[in-house]
């Protein structure tokens, strides 16, 4: 669960949603998390791609302070 601004868990706000979806991959989600349900691993998934989102964010600010600093070789640039 997100926290606020404030520090405090704010309640997710759950909809209910009708979607026509993979069953293969929904399978598959379900046990890479070891979820005990479909909506678990919908869940857990959809957390996830935030997660590698904020994860990718880092990754180019630190590249781009490396790059800045001079410690970087971009041996693929023409």
Known sequence: MAASRRGKARKPLIRRKNL???????????????????????????DAVADLEAFQRELDKAFDALIGCGGFIDRFAR
């Open 20 to 46: 026509l979806l993979d069953q293969v991959k929904i399978d598959r989600a379900k046990r890479i998390f070891k979820a005990s349900t479909e909506t678990e691993a919908i869940h857990r998934s959809l």
